[in-house]
């Protein structure tokens, strides 16, 4: 299933039928607990068919209340999958503190484990940028997930090319800059750092396969340039890789019609993953 396509933003939807649920409600609040004992706060938009469910992974400084990830989440469950949207360690209302996508690998854990513990039979995990790189490190350390989406994921480490990458930087790694995310972004920073440097996405992405994998970037990305999506689907040749055009960066750059084109492949690719009887490979 490998092989890049270059999408125009806003292009057609795939038009075969993939679960409608035109009565997508308020959602509910979730207590989650990781393995390594952080307390998570989680929105959960339940689905009335329990096949799937998507955990929804957001970004650096993000939250399941920041607007963009809230319109991606109610998009998915209007395409009739259960969405569980975790705030990551150190955002929004969880507890600890943010590693930056290192121990973050544990939230997505607990959550994919919560909608295995209410009956989804098949869990996928989608990430959007710090997310996407979460959810390429999970699932390449052997994750339990049925497929995996990755928006906007950085390849490699320290891109510092660019300008947001450069004030992300300074961000993580000076005391002001914490500060600042803490008060501007509300976002709580280990002041630890990465005591040792965590697997790359680039160098985890290659043992995803068998579990089906999509990988989506802009080419107007500000934050990773295409280089970065490059190196992931070299390491990754099974992959699904959507270049779409004139899109920027993570969540506020997802338009409506791609939420609607990811919920449609992630309902085929993880009900692929299900042998006859019902049983997951």
């Not at 994750?143 to 891109?159: H, I, K, L, Q, R």
């Amino acid at each position: 299933m490998g092989g890049a396509a270059l999408n125009p933003a806003g292009g057609a939807a795939l038009s075969y039928d993939c679960g409608q649920n035109t009565n997508v409600t308020d959602p509910q609040p979730v207590a989650l607990s990781t393995t390594d004992a952080i307390r998570l706060q989680a929105a959960f938009w339940p689905a009335p068919d329990p096949t799937l469910g998507v955990v929804v992974v957001h970004g650096f400084t993000g939250s399941s209340r920041h607007a963009s990830v809230r319109r991606i989440c109610v998009g998915l469950a209007e395409g009739g999958a259960a969405v569980l949207a975790p705030d990551l360690r150190g955002h929004g209302r969880s507890g600890g503190l943010s590693t930056a996508g290192d121990l973050e690998i544990h939230d997505v854990a607990a959550a994919v484990a919560w909608l295995r513990a209410a009956g989804y039979g098949q869990v996928a995990v989608l990430g959007w940028s710090m997310g996407g790189s979460i959810v390429l490190r999970y699932a390449g350390l052997g994750g339990d997930t049925d497929a995996v989406v990755s928006v906007s994921s950085p390849g490699e480490w320290y891109e510092r090319g660019t300008r947001a990458m450069r004030v992300v930087h300074w961000m993580c790694e000076t005391r002001s800059g914490r500060l600042t995310c803490r008060v501007v972004r509300r976002t709580r920073l280990s002041p630890a750092g990465w005591v040792q440097v965590p697997e790359s996405p680039a160098e985890l992405v290659g043992r995803i396969a068998p579990t089906p994998l999509l990988i989506v970037h802009g080419d107007a990305d500000h934050y990773f340039p295409l280089r970065h999506v490059d190196v992931l689907a070299a390491a990754a040749p099974d992959a699904t890789v959507w270049i779409e055009r004139g899109m920027a960066h993570a969540e506020s750059a997802t338009t409506p019609d791609l939420v609607r084109r990811i919920a449609t492949w992630v309902r085929s690719a993880a009900v692929s993953t299900v042998w006859d009887d019902g049983a997951r490979e």
